[in-house]
Nanobody, 117 residues
Framework: QVQLVELGGGLVQAGGSLRLSCAAS????????MGWYRQAPGKQRELVAS???????TYAVSMKGRFTISRDDAKNTVYLQMNNLRPEDTAVYYC???????????WGQGTQVTVSS
């Protein structure tokens, strides 16, 4: 089992910054990819960014250049630095840990990010 706990959400004005963190515990050696997803009201959950165990990163097009995903393996923590936030970035942000074999997704409880205009 893997447990994921997100911290760092909140209310910020447009143009501001926030940093989210996701602390992983349990059988973390099984995780192949860590990622951040978000879900806005009335919309489907979407990928924000992901990072492999080797440090390779992937970003959604609208976040590239504004958001940065990173990991600190010594702390078993993944971060999402979000800059130049826009009102459309308002959503619940979820941390995800993905295991390939057997395939399984682990999710955190989510943290609310609200960007005011």
């Amino acid at each position: 089992q893997v447990q994921l706990v997100e911290l760092g959400g909140g209310l910020v004005q447009a143009g501001g910054s926030l940093r989210l963190s996701c602390a992983a515990s349990g059988s973390i050696f099984r995780i192949n990819i860590m990622g951040w997803y978000r879900q806005a009201p009335g919309k489907q959950r979407e990928l924000v960014a992901s990072i492999t165990s080797g440090g390779n990163t992937t970003y959604a097009v609208s976040m590239k250049g504004r958001f940065t995903i990173s990991r600190d393996d010594a702390k078993n923590t993944v971060y999402l630095q979000m800059n130049n936030l826009r009102p459309e970035d308002t959503a619940v942000y979820y941390c995800n840990g993905r295991v390939f074999f057997p395939y399984r997704d682990y999710w955190g409880q989510g943290t609310q990010v609200t960007v005011s205009s």
